[in-house]
């Protein structure tokens, strides 16, 4: 550790305050995943990670920086990892999960805002967290609001790229979109120095396809009856997702799946017979956001799915692998990415379109629908989507939370009475 | 009012619910316009048209619609009237600035949305407003989440057209806008069975142009020491002018403005010397939301200008009227209405220099910052707008907002400490 204090310090972070959160991490970390029985051996690897999670990748950046590598830092799942990859840098989610940044971001940010941009913002002003400090420039975008404003504080501190996402789903967005993914591109090349060649942009499209490949494989696993592998532990490795080294990412998380298949043919399954199934839906949950996960896990419930951006909505559809130009790489890559659905999109139907597949799918017994306090996008289009479940006779549950721990316990009963009311 | 009640009641309203709303309109007008004292002559207009609000113009929209003619309903200064005028229908806007419509509102948004949206979706919901009822189309825009989001819950009422508005400000967004301005022509034209010829679009822009120099002529003369008119009663005529009759609205608004000439010679002034000129900022002010106006008014301050959608971006910058074809000229509306610098915008930096530019030029001792609540965007620029007016040294008051009279008490106390303050 001590050498990771020197790495701190060097970046220019706030050790004292960053203290207090290194020693909170450590026990909610224990509390929420130690304590599960029957865990996977392969989360072995994710519970390093995150056990070092302001250590081990923080390190690995800099000495990709080191050698003349730069690193940008991201905050959506409509921003395309591949150009960064193409250009030998490094792309790393930069989301807060944490109530512990949010009084930092309320300095310069309305209350009224997100708690996942407030804790964002905050991360970096009171530089308490090493990949907000590491992150050479931030890819900003258009997506909500919140996020759309606050590029402009946080690019006072620091060099900014704004990804101008279309509003709408026309043929002509889905260009737009493309013409946003070159402008980037040229962004980013400048940035690096170095040339986005069809080939390495070739390669960078296979590298996050297999990424992608690992994390579909492992929901795949979560269909079954028999279910090899928890919610919570879902969770963490689609969060890790966001800024683990894509090529070591997929190699752990299909060697995860191997023991998960093993435990498939063996019966093994880390839930008792009645157990209900949940599918989650809504905003996403950045990491240490464990919070909902817990509480439906420790209430008679268990997470299949989640309908996130944490979760179906960053690896469903692949990339066209077969455009052999980086103009028709670009075309694929907008209409890959355009074919999320997030609530920023007006209308957004294909959502509950989504939803309704995969609560089949996972053989879900009831739906949360979750969505984090002040975002008015999803909040808006929970009216439509749980009227949407009701009117499909899929019994649903509207939550809105944040990130403080106040409301816990009200949480816990209406999730309690929730699950409670499925078994009859 | 017989005759208003029959086409209440053809209208599809709710006459119940809408008779107790013309209960209070008339004495909260009272209170606020009709207790003044040395009103200009000329508001008599207006106070006729806001007395029958729901009875003069919304017959005269009938008329037109009897005639085959086609009403737009708009929520936002960046939808060009001009197109809809030039193909011989008729736009209106329809923001809800009451309370009243609120609660029809929360029955299907979140209630951590903006009050303005909320009124105007409770508006045509609870069939309490007229102008939403007569509207045939509305026409929305992709300006606020709140907004975008709410097209979806109209939609499924009436139908509603969007326009994606970009979300930043280079060349290929103002390219970008006039296709949206295109494809809102084509809209219309299909919708009314009119073509929009070159001839008729021109007659629009002048149409359109004179509207603005005539609210331009008013405020110009708010620049006097001696002010001849209110800043109430400006605000009431910048409401009407969303949907008044435009040739008739800039008629009488150059008639007023020729008396408050008058009064400029006469050295009459509705103020007596000493009190403080304030500039309002922020988002818009529907009709009749006339509550801070109110409360300045009756502290010892007067508002002199205000730098919003029912202000100076309503009429500020003419559409250029030289260019002799369709798509020149839809060039041309696009150039002007980007102009605007409204906080949907990333980055949206023109609209500080607006501010001091009006600041300066309106002479204000002190500018008022004011936010409907939970609209996240004017929000978060405001820190940005405050932290620079006091880089600039001029005093700035940052209030938050919504359509009750729950916080009316509060907000006169710090008004009244602001406008004291400023004495200082």
């Not at 940044?101 to 309305?110: A, M, N, Q, R, T």
């Not at 420039?137 to 279309?166: F, N, R, S």
Request: charged share 30%; net charge negative; with cysteine.
């Amino acid at each position: 550790m001590a050498d990771y204090r020197k790495m701190w310090e060097e970046l220019g972070m706030d050790l004292e305050t960053h203290d207090q959160l290194c020693e909170v991490l450590p026990q909610a970390f224990g509390d929420v995943y130690l304590s599960q029985e029957n865990r996977p051996e392969g989360m072995d690897y994710y519970n390093m990670v995150v056990a070092d999670i302001h250590g081990i990748r923080p390190a690995e950046l800099i000495e990709h920086q080191k050698k003349g590598g730069k690193v940008f830092g991201t905050f959506c799942v409509y921003v395309p990892d591949e150009i960064v990859f193409a250009a030998d840098a490094i792309a790393t989610g930069l989301c807060g999960g944490s109530q512990f940044w949010v009084p930092g971001g309320e300095k310069v940010l309305p209350t009224n805002t997100c708690p996942l941009i407030k804790a964002s913002v905050g991360a970096r002003l009171d530089r308490t967290c090493p990949f907000f400090r590491i992150a050479d420039m931030y890819v900003g975008e258009t997506t909500c609001d919140g996020k759309k404003k606050a590029w402009e504080i946080l690019g006072e501190d620091v060099p900014i790229h704004i990804m101008d996402l279309p509003q709408m789903k026309r043929e002509k967005d889905i260009k737009a979109w493309a013409e946003e993914i070159t402008t980037f591109k040229n962004v980013v090349e400048e940035f690096t120095g170095n040339q986005i060649t069809a080939e390495k942009l070739g390669e960078s499209i296979k590298l996050i396809n297999e990424k992608r490949k690992a994390l579909e494989r492992l929901y795949e696993l979560r269909k079954n009856e028999k279910l090899p592998i928890s919610g919570r532990d879902v969770l963490l490795i689609s969060q890790i997702a966001f800024y683990d080294d894509p090529k070591r990412f997929t190699k752990m998380t299909n060697a995860l799946c191997d023991e998960l298949d093993q435990r498939i043919k063996d019966g093994v399954s880390v839930i008792s017979s009645g157990t209900k199934r949940i599918l989650l839906t809504g905003t996403p949950l950045a990491i240490p956001n464990w919070k909902l996960h817990n509480i439906v896990e420790t209430s008679g419930g268990v997470v299949v799915c989640e309908e996130m951006c944490t979760g179906t909505r960053y690896f469903e559809h692949l990339v066209d692998e077969t455009r052999t130009e980086v103009a028709g790489q670009i075309e694929a890559l907008a209409e890959r990415y355009m074919n999320i659905n997030c609530a920023c999109f007006t209308p957004n139907t294909g959502r509950l379109d989504d939803i309704l597949r995969l609560a089949k799918e996972y053989k879900a017994d009831g739906i949360i629908d979750v969505n984090l306090k002040f975002c008015n996008l999803y909040d808006t289009e929970g009216y439509l989507v749980e009227r949407g479940l009701k009117d499909a006779g899929i019994p649903v549950l509207g939550i809105e939370t944040d990130y403080t721990d106040s409301d816990a316990q009200q949480l816990r009963t209406r999730v309690s009475a929730f699950i409670e009311m499925l078994n009859h």
